[in-house]
């Protein structure tokens, strides 16, 4: 059987590197995730086990790929950056992006059950992914900030919008309706004012996200336990498995770049 | 809080839309599955619980996707065609990438215990994915030639390294320098005269891989139960679902084009 | 003095081969030819001369790179079609386009002289470049079609538009206002008319273009003049030089194809 | 007619800006040069006529399109920076190399006259261009290290090749092999030794190549005239012509930037 009459097809295969000396993000996001968040009873506006569950499938993910140095995740999206002279698959934008999306899709269902006990999944959920080359450091932490400034403005609405469906019995629809071209003033006020709910003082996971940092050495910041459960795998990666903290502060000012100064530096 | 500030951020992803008119390939690949297979005891040189678990979570691929008219699996990788003028997504590489390639590793880990009862999964697999674009029916032909030729030559090696391994009692290394620079005609000679293996004759699934069509119409070939148990899930899928056969027949000859007109006609 | 510290700048060029088995258009237009029009009082709506000279550069480019198969030219821009299979340049994208239209600027300039004797060029003129793949035939017929089209409408647009400035006494604000939303026989009716002209009789190089195509051996059809006038030029490729036939006929019906069956065959 | 039936293909054509936020560089180079060196009986090693050639069609290029910072050229390539924020063609990348190669081109010829009076263009040259994103302002500056170290290089190498076969009587293949694997110092020391030439003594616009910048205003370092002769462009473009400095300096280490920080920020 002639192997070498049909292998000319791999020719077709186009080279997809990122260009050198850039950040590169690869942003996953899930499928259809407002039914999926139905079908499984989400809390709304914020589920914590589905939360919990986001940024335990990443830092599955930021534990396989060394050269992912800082994660951030709100709502269904998560976000990785690769250091910016990564040499992991050359660079090639479609393994880089493969890897991660499938890697976190896998370990979403396999812990699954750690976080939703009492509630069976019922089918596998799909993520897209995309990645996206930054030139320059401050590219970098405007694309943080504008991931953060969505999850704001995103759970503003959304927690305005299920208390006046929750607690004022309003249907979907008449929510949306109130919520109409109303500013961020105007929703904080509303909380306040119907609900005696002061925004900022909801919790800081819920407003700001979640990120995802690896340790130095001797630091004794609240530290995840790794993502696995099976004792064997556990086994396997004691000693050498990376030290993660996770934090939910603002990422938009300098305070979060200043006091982390190795992110940049890789 | 400033949103458009920071938006522009967006402007840094690159389109990435395949040719219009080409056959659409995405192909999976499992991430380091020698160890994942050694540390799930598979069967060598072929284990059915994971030929099985790949095919069924390609299916359930093929039941999101209705555009992909066409899988083809072996070992640890998974071909699936788009039809030619699909516009899911519009055609985006990355999307098309890795909704295709998390989901079948989502899938992957669901359906695990279906065919892995006895054994638990140890720790979520990654898979990788790369899509090429085909200009012609041919090229497209060719492709899968050249897989299912690929299967061949893997499948007739690893028959003989495995039996000289397990019946012979060579160490792999022994047994791979016995196989060093030997033709098919050779093994198939180690396999007949040391073993008494006539290789044609052992299951075609190991030695033509798995082929995943969308049954046609009042078709009562052998059909596949849908990908998922849950009752919830089933319930929701049962009139749409799509009924897709599973094949393991040459596709390198005409007779399977010639068969079913219809793929290429799509 | 350290050469080698500075060649990693080498690996931020990005391979941009186009995809194998497809045709490669590549179509040049000219930068801001309204304005150089004016300044060499090219007749309107057609100028010969200019015709002739875009036609010649396009010749000299077809004699330099012999993959190129067809050439079609109108108004200020040309279309070069490299066969399906070339490898010239390793089919990279950015390789073709600029060897092409740098050819056929400076060949453009070179050879103004015998077209311009009365008129000098005042400024060399600059052309954009673009490389577009298309998988089938069908394609590219289809691409023929649009360009020859697109050449009859803004001939039929373009003749009524100068009869009513310079036989009418409109100004150009008014003549394009009265054509303002007028169909094709709005203005063929203005034409014969207000004109007595039936469009239809208008020389066909201005109502189909110019079609460029090798001639095949013994063939006698009107053959062009190699593109240079040096003797010395001349003299070198005398016995080698391609033979080149200058053709405006109809290319979005079928007759064209069928006449010239070798052109898809390539 | 119907034009709209075969517009779709214009939907084959393909996306290709420029990532934002990077300096662009387009380099183009000579086809074929070494026989049109010969053609036109250039004098070896360097030739003032078609180097002062070179930079000139460089400076009609950047007097066209305004958002080029710097120039760099040697032999017979020319560089092209455009600043790291152009909004020209939405940095597509095909429209900036296709403009700029074709007018480089085009200018070449048009002003060939003014600098080989007595030696008439027997024929019109092509040039390849390429372009490629550097992200941070090292790697431009590298970038230009690159070129001007090849520059040297190559200057050393051709000053002793010529010398070898011009003075010794050396055939070309002599003189190549006398200078196999032979050292810059080496090299220099046969110039001193055989011929007494002192290479650092040699004109800097052989050893270093040729840089163009736009002057600051009030600036009085020696400007070139515009690139084009005709009394008609002239006049149009006297007041509003760029004004554009010739230097032929080192731009290795930091003393060109320093003394041009206007360059980088651009």
Redesign the interface.
């Known amino acids: ?3 070498s ?13 990122c ?4 950040w590169l993000v690869v942003r ?1 996001d899930g ?1 259809g995730f407002h039914r999926f968040s139905e ?1 499984h009873h989400f809390v709304k506006p914020n589920d914590d086990r589905a939360l919990q569950l986001m940024s335990r499938a990443a830092q ?1 993910v930021m534990e ?1 790929f060394k050269d992912i140095i800082l994660c951030y995740g709100q709502s269904d999206e998560y976000s990785f950056v690769f250091k910016k002279n990564t040499q992991l698959y050359c660079r090639r ?3 880089l ?3 991660v ?11 699954w059950p750690q976080y939703f006990s009492s509630q ?17 450091d401050q ?1 970098l932490k ?2 943080f ?2 991931r953060q ?2 999850c ?2 995103n759970n503003l609405y959304n927690t305005c919008f299920w208390k006046l469906v929750q607690e004022k019995g309003l249907t979907p629809a008449q929510s949306q309706e109130k919520l109409k071209g109303t500013l ?1 003033s105007d929703k904080n006020e509303i909380l306040f004012t119907e609900f005696n709910i002061n925004y900022n003082n909801l919790p800081e996971i819920y407003r700001k996200g979640t990120i995802l940092i690896r340790q130095k050495k001797g630091n004794t910041e609240s530290q995840t336990p790794s993502c ?1 459960t ?1 004792s ?2 556990c086994q396997q990666n004691k000693k050498t498995r990376p030290r993660i903290s996770m934090l939910h502060v603002d990422i ?1 000012g300098n305070s979060f770049w200043n006091e982390h100064p190795e992110l940049l530096e890789s």
Chains 1, 2, 3, 4 share one sequence.
């Open positions: 059987m002639a192997k009459r049909f292998e000319y097809v791999k020719s077709f295969e186009q080279n997809d590197s260009l050198p000396n850039c996953i499928k079908v599955c396989e934008a479609s393994k992006m493969t890897n999306v499938s890697l976190f899709a896998s370990s979403f269902v396999f812990i069976e999944l019922q089918y596998p959920p799909a993520f897209d992914a995309r990645i996206v080359c930054y030139p320059s590219n405007d694309y900030s504008w400034a969505d704001h403005i961020s696995t099976s064997y795998y938009i």
